[in-house]
């Protein structure tokens, strides 16, 4: 793997090794010594210096990878050990952090069960998928995907995995990603007790036959047990009390909230314990609904595996493990990870904003010259005489059209002086806040920047996120942790009493 060469020596950080020059080869990624199979190892630590693969050798990752997934039922059924994980959303460097031995486990030695959401919001969702996809295809018997709800066509145009697809590749790819991921299941019964899947339960599911009679191998409909296992949410109350067992989510746009009484009846219908899930940002990585009451096992458990989310949450990252029929929650901080310029633009395209404030800042001195006569030391003297002279060669004709009065003269270019420092007031708040408008935009579901926030200036900007900074103060604590203690565990021993329910005890 060459590294990108510096003839010029005018490398800024000298200590960052460069990233490798050409994509990795096809003889070093599928080696003869692994029979067909990607070397994993290698793959990693290419895609961790920004490397990439050829898009032939992607496609046949893939395509290797499809026959494994088309062979896997729509529930697969897993005993411990085992690490659950929630949300990735294209963060490369922090799903590194997951694999290692201390976290997740390594990959060699441990069953892992994924719970969708996979692309979409961070800038490395193909490389979350390539590294993935070869795991997998070496461990495939201890190595299993559910489908999240951003593994669909219409959510990854909204978002920005389809644009990631087209800058590193091009729409082909994009196309052949969206169709394997039409391939994941949708379920997983673990230990026999546990279910899992991305989102949440749903009206339409009476048990699991329900889920194995769906016709998975396409795009995720607006409605139906299909799009709830993927978009539901458990309800947002400490009781878990809903006025019926169901009520509309409003705040997806799509499928329901459900409570206590429907997980409750759920479970006690499939011999079930808890509702294992992913689909919602927790603060703390995972949260535990204990609806029935403190000391028994929670009804519903939520996993997120992406810390520091969008790069703004200043959340932790965690993860389930399964072990001797002993849950334990695995907590982890983010990784930093190489900067790319917002939505994959070009040092052009995101200069604009430079320009355009000189631009404006240039119209706005011109303006105010015709009607203050400021000083012009520092320009073109005959540029600025000649432009005096037609604006008062202008105010004399609306002098004489008007018989005398230039009131309404005066006010056009007054409007006019208004709406030019207007401008110029936004392009210095785009400047000189990018980055917080850009943590703004992507903190908000539709990528729309609140109504007149940059006129506001840099106060609106940082009230704005001021939600999110509500994570980070809570964060704070942990920050000032020793080191050893940044990656705390929460214990949950499941046992069996002698009148056949099922209790928990927390360690």
Known sequence: MDILKDPANDRQVKTLKPPPHRPLSKNLMFPDKLKNKPDWKLLKDHLQREGRIAKEELFKLVADCNKLLKNEGNVIYLQDPLTVVGDIHGQYYDLLKLLEPKVGGNPETTKYLFLGDFVDRGSYSIEVVILLYAIKINYPNTVYFLRGNHECRQLTAFFNFKDECLYKYDQETYDMLMDSFDLFPLSCIINSKFIAIHGGISPDLKSIEDIKKLDRYHEPPRSGLFCDLLWSDPVDHDQGNLDSQWKSNEVRGCSWFFGNDASTKFLQRNSLISIIRAHEAQLDGYKMHRWN??????????IFSAPNYCDVYNNRGAVIKFENNTLNIQQFQYTPHPYLLPNF?????????????????????????????DDFDDVNQEDIEQFKQLTNQNKQFNKQQSGGSTGKST???????????????????LREESESVMKLKGACPDKRLPKGILSAGKTAITDALADFNVAKNADIVNEKMPAQAQVPQQSISIKKPSNNTTQSKKK
Do not use: C, H, R
């Not at 009451?293 to 939520?302: M, R, S």
């Not at 006010?411 to 708040?429: G, S």
């Open 411 to 429: 006010e056009k270019l007054k409007n006019k002086l208004k709406f030019v420092a207007t401008m110029m007031k936004l392009q210095k708040t």
């Open 293 to 302: 009451g403190g000391q028994d096992f929670p009804v519903v458990i939520t």
């Open 345 to 373: 633009m070009d040092i052009f395209t995101w200069s604009i904003p430079f320009v355009a404030e000189k631009i404006t800042e240039m119209l706005y001195n011109l303006i105010q010259a015709g009607d203050q006569g």
